[in-house]
């Protein structure tokens, strides 16, 4: 059974950093995908990042791009969202998400597709 564990969120100034990790545990398959999606109260999920491990592709949000950055510590089995030059509409749960195999190419942040979430951690920007 594949865990997931966020960590990293907190409070923060606008303009400030703040870098999310999500620790998976259990995960068998060579190939998979993981994510990193947001959610604001009364809204859906919101797709920020994702990475392929088995060929390392990347794809981001087009309107987080340059602020917001995925990456992975395959010797952890740790993904982290490093988040720059934060705003006040950031402030969301956080959460972190991985399926077996890749993405959907015509619709990586379809969150239907991912089996597993982590709990989310809570990002708090003020202005």
């Known amino acids: 059974q594949v865990q997931l564990v966020e960590s990293g969120g907190g409070s923060v100034q606008a303009g400030g950093s703040l870098r999310l990790s999500c620790a998976a545990s259990?995960?068998?398959?060579?190939?998979?995908?993981m994510a990193w999606f947001r959610q604001v109260p009364g809204k859906g999920r919101e797709g920020i990042a994702l990475?392929?491990?088995?060929?390392?592709?990347?794809y981001a949000a087009d309107s987080l791009k340059g602020r917001f950055t995925i990456s992975k510590d395959d010797a952890k089995n740790t993904l982290y969202l490093q988040m720059n030059s934060l705003k006040p509409e950031d402030t969301a749960m956080y959460y972190c998400?991985?399926?077996?195999?890749?993405?959907?190419?015509?619709?990586?942040?379809?969150?239907?597709?991912?089996?597993?979430w982590g709990q989310g951690t809570q990002v708090t920007v003020s202005s």
């Open positions: 259990g995960t068998t398959d060579d190939s998979y995908c």
């Open positions: 990475i392929n491990t088995d060929d390392r592709t990347t």
């Open positions: 998400a991985a399926r077996d195999g890749g993405a959907w190419w015509w619709a990586p942040f379809a969150d239907s597709q991912y089996t597993y």
